[in-house]
């Protein structure tokens, strides 16, 4: 049996913007999808750095959570489209200029840009396993992965460009398939990390990452993300079929859970959800287990 997330879904952005593209989603009990977002004191003048983002709207409610960085709730005012009101009360109107790139905002005292632009920022499995790969970009980083399939152990290759010290490789072993990869800046500090995610062969589709860190514009360092069994919360029912996202600023990780008398085809206890944060350790970056939900 193959587990996937329910909120692992396409929606029309007409629900959104009344427009007919369609974008890939996440989960933020919205109507949402992960964009880029960024500030500049004029409306003519685009920002000189931007962020991922995730952009949510509801009944006219919006919500922009800036990956690692601050989350902004406009509150729908007035007869006239556009006016809006943040959680402190302020004046937010949105503006004209943009067109199909995406949303301009007024807010007090600075401008925000949310561009729509996530096709840049994750690849499909098909993408990853063509020969030529697939290609992202963040922020000036390009990233080209491939991944070989076909067999129970395979090979990443991730080459970089834009990097202060020239390209970057990396190369790894990865025992299984990799399904999805997706660039996303966790801890807000400007520089994009790329995750990898990866299903093993076999009934159980036992789930794994490899993902790198950008470092001050520098190089990669690899991102560490502990075993299961280091937290018995989230061990226990564990049979794999298990699935990877970036949501905001956690990397989510949700599987099915298994009663002692179930089949693998036939979970019965729920569903459980780790949540990881990322934080710089000694060598390197690791993803720290941050809460655990069962629903």
Not at 75 to 92: F, H, K, Q, V
Not at 145 to 154: D, E, I, M, T
Not at 180 to 204: F, T
Request: charged share 20%; hydrophobic share 35%.
């Amino acid at each position: 049996m193959k587990f996937t997330f329910s909120w692992m879904q396409y929606v029309s952005v007409a629900s959104l913007l009344a427009a007919s593209t369609v974008f890939w989603i996440t989960p933020v009990n919205a109507d949402s999808m992960r964009a880029e977002c960024g500030f500049s004191d004029t409306a003519d003048q685009r920002p000189e750095t931007s962020s991922s983002c995730m952009y949510s709207q509801r009944q006219g409610y919006i919500r922009i959570a800036i990956d690692g960085g601050e989350s902004y709730s406009f509150s729908p005012t007035g007869d006239l489209p556009g006016n809006y009101r943040d959680d402190e009360g302020g004046a937010i109107y949105r503006q004209r200029g943009l067109g199909d790139e995406g949303q301009l905002f007024k807010l007090p005292g600075t401008y925000l840009f949310v561009f729509w632009n996530p096709s840049s920022w994750e690849c499909s499995q098909a993408a990853l396993n063509a020969a030529e790969g697939c290609d992202m970009n963040y922020g000036g980083i390009s990233f080209n992965v491939v991944a070989s399939h076909g067999s129970s152990l395979n090979q990443l290759h991730i080459n970089t460009d834009g990097l202060t010290s020239g390209s970057n490789s990396q190369q790894a072993e990865i025992d299984g398939t990799a399904y999805r990869a997706e660039l996303a800046d966790l801890d807000g500090n400007g520089w994009p990390e790329v995750y990898v995610y990866i299903s093993s062969a076999g009934s159980g589709s036992y789930g794994s990452l490899t993902a790198y860190a950008v470092n001050s514009g520098k190089s990669l360092s690899p991102i560490y993300l502990p075993p299961l069994d280091q937290s018995p919360e989230a061990t226990e029912g564990y049979m794999g079929h298990d699935e990877f996202s970036v949501v905001e600023n956690r990397l989510v990780r949700r599987f099915p859970v298994y009663k002692s008398k179930d089949t693998n085809a036939q979970p019965t206890g729920g569903t459980r959800q780790l949540q990881y944060r990322l934080e710089a350790g000694e060598a390197g970056w690791i993803l720290q287990l941050d809460r655990v939900l069962e629903f």
